[in-house]
């Protein structure tokens, strides 16, 4: 059984919990194989592939994806490889007691 | 004392009119001034300042409590802006909205939220603004049992401490790592009674008081102009 993503979801994969929606969808239907066809698809973000692929992980069903755009295939290689999390300079830690402080 | 960065007082600046409003009983901007996104939204939130068509150029939108109508109003919003041509293009620009967006939806709990985004030509950057009311980062980490000072809390959050576990907690890291090395660009977040800001050169935490304190959140991001990112999926990895 074929299924279009972009018909079940959005051309624009965006929010997580759309991912999660997805999947509870896709645990209903009758086929135990499902290809999940990525036709159309113009953007994805992490938190969408994210969680895409760990429902996948999950899944009861056989999923295997086609005509996956190449944007999507780096976001899952993102996920699929994180680097460790980006972490900022120990910043500067200052006290503001009034407004006009900012602006001087 | 070194001064504050221009993002950082554009959001005080907000603060400033609310405070001059509360004691004149009027909302009065300052016309030799540009006026950013950054100070726009909290006015729009306090309720001094309502929809006027045309007056600030493109207007900001409010993002819908219905999931399933969210998708389609921010690409509504990303195509009239068409913003994504000086934003690193349709990936980058698209990426940062919808991370930003998504962790309005997965932790805030809003009631309001809303998103500006506009470009400055002669200043030659574009400056994103996503802001809600709901719970503060540190009121988001204490509900999940982690107590830390308001400072503490969104150097966490933006190091990619979530509530949700280890594998989560990207999105915001990565969009600050984006703005600050792949556009040079600077970053502010402002939640509850404290801030963050980030660029190349520096980086501050600021302990606010009183009326410069904000109940919600505020991520604001002022990007040079940029056709394209290099190194954007190292960046986000």
Known sequence: ?104 | MAGFPPLFQSYALSCKLQVEAVKSGKTTLPSSKIIFPSTILPLVNSGLLTRGPGVFGPTWIELPKDPAQRSNRLREYSDSTDLSQVCGGPDVFNYLLNEIVDNIYQHSEFTRAMVLAKRFNEEKFTELAFLDDGLTIPKVLQKHGRHLNQARALQAAASGTSTKGPERGYGLSTSIRLVREGFKGDFLLVSGGAALSANREKTEEYVLDGSLALEGTLVALRIPFMKKVERFYEYIS
């Not at chain 1, 300079?89 to 407004?99: E, F, L, N, Q, Y």
Request: glycine letters at 0%; aromatic letters at 10%.
């Open chain 1, 1 to 104: 059984m074929k299924v279009l993503i972009t018909q079940k979801v959005s051309d624009n994969l965006a929010f997580r919990d759309s991912a999660e929606a997805f999947f509870h969808e896709i645990e209903t239907l009758p086929d135990q194989s499902i290809t999940i066809d990525f036709s159309g698809v113009k953007f994805i973000s992490r938190s969408f592939a994210h969680e895409y692929l760990a429902r996948k992980k999950q899944s009861s069903k056989t999923l295997k994806e086609t005509h996956v755009p190449e944007s999507v295939r780096k976001m899952f290689h993102v996920v699929l490889h994180p680097s460790k999390k980006f972490e900022l300079p120990k910043p500067t830690v200052r006290r503001i007691d009034r407004i006009d402080a900012v602006f001087t």
